[in-house]
């Protein structure tokens, strides 16, 4: 079976009941060779210049790169003819202007931070014999009170943006991804899995799903896939 996004999953859920017959039977046919298209939830070129530089920002904790970029987005903006170019343009540039009054100091650790490269195949995880596909914006390792911890970020676009509980869903899967791949040598840092709507600003982090402000919707989900 072919990867299925966590946008899929949402998409499935806000279905009628036809539709999701409809979604489930694509999903769980499709072959190898069709894959998924990218989508707005992504990240993927069209909002690769706004998710890049808060990923920047994040790292460096220099925010004078919102401005840096959105004058180079501005600049572009004004030397482009084509009407798509321009919106792509102009919607990155609409998200970083938002950005600068966002703050991440709760969001991450106040020490050192050792970034890490994510694999390819660590990338794909496997629930309910469903496989997820998740690509952490930023993965880092840090340590606290003697302890080797791994935290993650995970930014999200997309045109209309995401109800608090649909963030949830990536928030649970990044989880699910981080346990399975770095669990035997690193601490999960549940304060600092993280998933943020780049359009709304909206944030979410796992604790909220353990403390149950915020349902587990993953499995319920792939339950009602797989029945139909």
């Not at 970020?153 to 981080?178: A, S």
């Amino acid at each position: 079976m072919e990867k299925i996004t966590i946008n899929e999953l949402i998409d499935f859920r806000r279905k009628s009941d036809k539709s999701k017959k409809l979604l489930a039977f694509k999903i769980k046919n499709r072959k190898s060779k069709e894959k998924p298209k990218d989508d707005d939830s992504g990240g993927g070129n069209y909002w690769i210049t706004s998710t890049s530089c808060i990923s920047n920002v994040f790292k460096n904790n220099d925010e004078q790169q919102y401005d840096s970029k959105i004058n180079e987005l501005y600049s572009k903006l004004k030397d482009n003819q084509i009407k798509r170019i321009k919106t792509m343009y102009q919607r990155n540039i609409d998200i970083l202007n938002t950005f600068k009054d966002f703050k991440f100091d709760e969001l991450k650790p106040s020490g050192k931070l050792k970034y890490l490269q994510v694999p390819k195949l660590f990338k794909t995880v496997v629930v309910n014999n469903f496989p997820l596909y998740i690509n952490p914006s930023i993965l880092y390792s840090f340590e606290r009170n003697g302890k080797n911890e791994l935290g993650a970020l995970l930014l999200i676009p997309k045109i209309e943006g995401y109800k608090k509980i649909e963030l949830g869903m990536f928030c649970e899967t990044l989880y699910k991804f981080l346990i399975k791949n770095y669990s035997d040598n690193y601490q999960i840092a549940l304060d600092y899995c993280v998933v943020v709507d780049t359009i709304n600003v909206q944030k979410i982090q796992y604790k909220e799903l353990l403390s149950g402000d915020i349902p587990f919707l993953i499995d319920t989900t792939l339950k009602e896939l797989n029945s139909l």
